[in-house]
């Protein structure tokens, strides 16, 4: 076996596959068809502090080699996740990102407080891509200044637990974003979340996403997704974790050698439940052919000659 852990800040992964927030439920509906205790870590559906019932439909469609979806936030709440999700999750062994957002900065004070106080959620994943709504709807990750001040904020109730920063690609340049994360006392940076984007239904000549606009995912952002975490991690020196059309081992590589610490999968999860599962064992086979003792060895590796 070749040694596949990596680390998040204080936490060790056994491997540095880990699913997506939002394509991967609490982890629970995955358990049945894996053991979702093998892959590094998986993030659950972004939680708030109250229950949220998302956009109205349609909100997702398929788009060649990838997805648009406006879901719009939908998740059962910290509390539900506390008592009626968590305590089954921990049975499975799984370690557990949780992901949360919020609508203003006290929501995610608060949602990260207790998040971070509660048995079996191993890392925070702050998700900066919704709306401010003291702000009028500005994104609270569309400005760096903003940024660092709200992750110094998470950081400081976050406690022993890592602080996982994801951004959003939608910006001219992502790099003041990493560094301002990085300046904040985040742990990790994961990048991307989903590309902004449409699709028309050119019978009925309306959008296929009822609020016309949604996000792109799937391969059809891998390219793009590569070369803004390479860019991240020729910002800063915390870790970070490349996100973006993974679908294959290969896929995965490439974000390595790129410098990512850790990869998500996200969309392909929907065509096979279990490819993060897949995805860690063929990662273990490739470094036992290619002589990789530890997979630390392979990261950041990129040539230039
Ligand atoms: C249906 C769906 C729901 C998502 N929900 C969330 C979410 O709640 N929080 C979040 O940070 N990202 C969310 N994402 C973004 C993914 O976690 C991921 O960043 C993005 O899809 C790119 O990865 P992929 O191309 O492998 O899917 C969602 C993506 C999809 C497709």
Redesign the pocket.
Known sequence: MADLRVRIGALELKNPILS????FGYGLEFSRMMDIGKIGAF?T??LSLKPRSGNQMPR?CETPS??I?S?G?E?VGIDAFETEKLPAIRQTGATVIA?F?GDTEADYVQVARRLAAMEGVHAL?M?V?CPNVDKGGIEFGGDPVFLEKLTAMIKKVAGVKPLIV?LSPNVADIRPFAAAVENGGGDAISA???LKGMSIDVKTRRPKIKRVFG?L???A??PV?LKMVYECVKTVKIPVIG????ATLDDALEFLIAGATAV?????NFVEPSICQRLAEELNAFCERENIIRVTDLIGTLRQD
């Open positions: 997506a927030s939002g394509t993030c559906k972004g997702i990838g997805m979806n879901i936030l998740n992901n957002f994943e998700n891509s994801k991307i979340n989903t996000g995912s799937g391969p952002i891998k997704a996100i973006g059309g993974i998500q999968v996200g969309t392909m």
